[in-house]
């Protein structure tokens, strides 16, 4: 009991200084998290069911759409693909289309029209399911979904796997034919 009347017991104030910061501080980083959820389109109900209780209202429309809607796809579909001209629709053409003869369904379908890559003559085409594209320097055209790759050389039909871009240097032998996808139909 002594040492505890000894010590000088004071009272605080309800709304201290480092209350005060502490509330500040959170206060910023609910509305910096607010904000960046807005802009970026993340959905953050937890910090908008705080803000209605609280009577923090959005009043302006700020997010945009995210996801798939049917709407948005119709739009989507009355628009030209990119590198393409008015009125054409994507397909693959000379080599890229002699490939996908070899390949098959792994090359998806074309999202966009080929295009030039390079001032070389290189052009590049996006697939639904990776990159289709033609090298004027080696003549091959090859498709890549970014593991898997095929091209179709002066050699004919090579297959292989990896990051590296370029074909294989060994080119096959006469009777040894490259492997086709197992997803060929």
């Not at 032998?173 to 060929?184: D, H, R």
């Amino acid at each position: 009991m002594a040492a505890y009347s000894r010590r000088i017991t004071r009272k605080r104030r309800p709304l201290s200084a480092e209350f005060m910061t502490l509330l500040v501080v959170l206060a910023a980083g609910v509305g910096t998290a607010w904000w960046a959820a807005h802009t970026i389109g993340m959905n953050l109900s937890a910090i908008q069911t705080v803000a209605a209780v609280l009577g923090i209202n959005e009043t302006a429309d700020l997010s945009r759409p995210v996801g798939y809607s049917q709407v948005h796809a119709q739009a989507t579909d009355s628009t030209a693909a990119p590198y393409c001209q008015p009125g054409q629709a994507p397909t693959f053409a000379n080599g890229l289309q002699t490939l996908h003869q070899q390949i098959g369904n792994v090359m998806g379908l074309p999202v966009e029209c080929e295009h030039s890559a390079s001032v070389g003559g290189d052009t590049v085409q996006q697939t639904s399911t990776g990159l289709a594209a033609y090298s004027s320097v080696t003549n091959t055209d090859s498709f890549t979904d970014g593991w898997h790759h095929w091209a179709l050389t002066p050699n004919g039909l090579v297959a292989w796997e990896g990051t590296d871009a370029a074909p294989p240097v060994a080119a096959p032998s006469p009777g040894q034919q490259a492997a086709t996808p197992s997803e060929n139909q």
